[in-house]
């Protein structure tokens, strides 16, 4: 079964085994049982989703990261019938090796102490987790389940009521895990959903042409392109992609993608237009692309306006100068300072770049005249 599709296990994932394995048994030898029973149960469940998407035609691997494990799948894109199949087939594992557990300790005729604590733990790990993963709270599987079920019923408007909905859930779930005195599943969904709510963001933008199987493939196959540097193709997939879609996820993505290819081949002009057309729904990583084209080509109002955000993104001397550029180009003299101070904290040399022609604005004012003298 295993050599159907690989499983690589992240070696910090062995210390929160052993954490888990301390708390339950307090001693090195149950440590160690509990360590193989944690292993075991996660590949368990990630074989049943492994398996049934498997059967479904895709290619799959398992793996084990710090925290859990994760089946990764490419291959053909699925109905959403088999999606919560294949999402459904992980509890299922579990569910199936608790049995198993329960039906070992009902039919073993001796038991020894390790033998009984595996069996303890593991009847414990593979009920008390996977109740916990059928949670409708995003990432979680009980999450993905409500998705494609709400998905089904209501398209676009299902996915996003998924997200909402697992805000709720997590937080309650939060509360009632702390006033149990569960402080470390408390932590855990106090994370989750973090993560769940930072996703609304992206999900306003989502469209129903994001969920289009076609558009998808033709995303993936710009992405494959870009990967294997078939640079030329990857921009002319992502442009026929940026012009099918129109709006939402995939589009803004694309454009995205298209600019920055762009910006690497010294076409700044036409990476600035693709961006400027879609400024209001710009990702985290292309804000600082924004806004580095924007100071080139002497947009400053939109400098400004981006200027905090981008700095808390990519807090270097080249966004605090780019800043301070766009403030003296609109004669805000404290503002250009300050910027010009915060390059300067960063390690940039400032005084080789006073010259450039948007401090003119400021430059006879006392305040820019006593920053020089200092410097």
């Known amino acids: 079964m295993f050599r159907k599709f690989p499983i690589t296990i992240n070696p910090l994932f062995w210390l929160f085994a052993a954490f888990i394995g301390w708390t339950f048994t307090e001693n090195l030898t149950g ?8 292993v075991i149960s996660l590949i368990v469940h990630e074989a049943g989703h ?5 059967a479904f035609g895709q290619d799959v691997r398992i793996h084990i990261s710090f925290f859990g494990g994760v089946t990764l799948r490419e291959g053909p894109k ?5 999606e919560f199949l294949i999402v459904l087939a992980g509890p299922a594992a579990g569910f199936a ?3 198993f557990t329960i039906f070992l300790g009902k039919n073993l005729p001796q038991i020894s102490p390790i033998v009984y604590t595996a069996l303890v733990f593991s009847y414990f790990i593979n009920l008390y987790w996977t109740l916990l993963n059928l949670i409708p709270v995003g990432p979680l599987d009980g999450g993905r389940l409500l998705s494609i079920v709400l998905e089904s019923i209501f398209g676009v408007r299902g996915v996003k009521a998924a997200l909402y909905i697992g805000v709720g859930v997590g937080i309650a779930t939060a509360i009632f895990a702390a006033y149990m005195n569960q402080i470390y599943v408390a932590i855990l969904f106090v994370l989750i959903t973090f993560e769940t709510a930072k996703s609304i963001k992206d999900a306003k933008l989502m469209t129903a042409q994001d969920r289009d199987f076609r558009l998808q493939e033709l995303f993936d196959s710009a992405q494959k392109a870009y990967q294997n540097n078939q640079v030329d193709e990857s921009l002319k997939l992502f442009d026929q992609v940026r012009r099918k879609s129109t709006s939402g996820i995939l589009h803004y993505s694309a454009t995205e993608a ?20 879609i400024k209001e729904s710009l990702s985290t990583s292309s804000m600082p692309l924004y806004h580095e084209l924007a100071a080139k080509f002497g947009d400053y109002p939109e400098v400004v306006r981006w200027g905090h955000q981008v700095y808390q993104i990519v807090p270097t001397a080249q966004t605090a100068y780019f800043n301070a550029l766009a403030h003296a180009a609109l004669a805000e003299t404290q503002a250009a300072i300050g910027w010009l101070e915060c390059a300067m904290q960063e390690g940039m040399d400032v005084t080789k770049h006073l010259d450039a022609e948007p401090f003119d604005r400021i430059r006879s004012t006392p305040e820019f005249q006593k920053f020089v003298q200092r410097n």
């Open 258 to 277: 298209m600019a920055q290819i762009l910006k690497n081949q010294g076409r700044d002009d036409e990476a600035y237009n693709y961006l400027k057309d």
């Open 78 to 82: 699925l109905s959403l019938w088999k």
């Open 50 to 54: 492994a398996l049934t998407a498997k």
């Open 97 to 99: 090796l608790w049995g």
């Open 31 to 38: 440590t160690i049982v509990c360590m193989i029973v944690v």
